[in-house]
Every structure is written in structure tokens, then in C-alpha cells.
């Protein structure tokens, strides 16, 4: 059974960093894709950051980029989301997710992902 654990969420003041952890067992996230998403109360859950299964590609919402920065370590079989320059619109939960497919790229489409954690609260202050 694939379980993804996230961590590292907290309360932050704007301007400050977090760094989210998305730790997997079941599976060697190293052959898929991988997303980063969020949810803030009463929206639709969106898209953050997504890293091929090589590593090689990143992509980022426009939101995001510039402070935002994913990355996985194959070896610990875990994902991070290093998060800069916080502002209180980044405030929601973050999930993390591993696609579909073998040998896959990143996607902004929840629905090309099949598993998902818990999510970790975020909260960014003003």
C-alpha cells in the first residue's frame, strides 16, 4: 500500500520559509512524477510545484515561482517544497502527490496523480 507523509507546516510570519517534506513508503517515488498542491478554505485545491520522475524538469504555478523551489532526494525516497518569501495568500494545506504513470513527468491536473498524503497546515501571518 503507497502512503505519503507530509511534514514541516506551521505558522509562519510573511516573509519567512518553511521547507515541506512529502515522505513516501509502498513505492520508489523515484519512477514517477511528483506534485506539490494546496488548498486554501472554501477553494479548489491548486496546483504549487511539480518535479519529473528524473528530476531533470520542474515546473511551478506563476504564483510561486522564484520562491518556491521542489526537489527530491531518490535515496531517502522523499520530496521537499522549499518555500521563501511566504505571503499570507500561500496559506492552505499542502498536499503532496505521485502520478499515475511509470516514468512520468509532472502534471498540474490533479487528476493525473493517484496517491496523496494528508496534507500539513500552513499559515502564513501579515
Known amino acids: 500500500q503507497v502512503q505519503l507523509v507530509e511534514s514541516g507546516g506551521g505558522l509562519v510570519q510573511a516573509g519567512g520559509s518553511l521547507r515541506l517534506s512529502c515522505a513516501a513508503s509502498?513505492?520508489?517515488?523515484?519512477?514517477?512524477?511528483m506534485g506539490w498542491f494546496r488548498q486554501a478554505p472554501g477553494k479548489e485545491r491548486e496546483f504549487v510545484a511539480g518535479?519529473?520522475?528524473?528530476?531533470?524538469?520542474?515546473g511551478y504555478a506563476d504564483s510561486v515561482k522564484g520562491r518556491f523551489t521542489i526537489s527530491r532526494d531518490n535515496a531517502k525516497n522523499t520530496v521537499y517544497l522549499q518555500m521563501n518569501s511566504l505571503k499570507p495568500e500561500d496559506t492552505g494545506v499542502y498536499y503532496c502527490?505521485?502520478?499515475?504513470?511509470?516514468?512520468?513527468?509532472?502534471?498540474?491536473?490533479?487528476?493525473?496523480?493517484?496517491?496523496w498524503g494528508q496534507g500539513t497546515q500552513v499559515t502564513v501571518s501579515s
Open positions: 518535479i519529473v520522475s528524473s528530476a531533470t524538469s520542474t
Open positions: 509502498g513505492r520508489t517515488l523515484s519512477s514517477y512524477g
Open positions: 502527490a505521485t502520478a499515475r504513470l511509470y516514468g512520468s513527468g509532472w502534471y498540474r491536473d490533479t487528476g493525473e496523480y493517484a496517491y
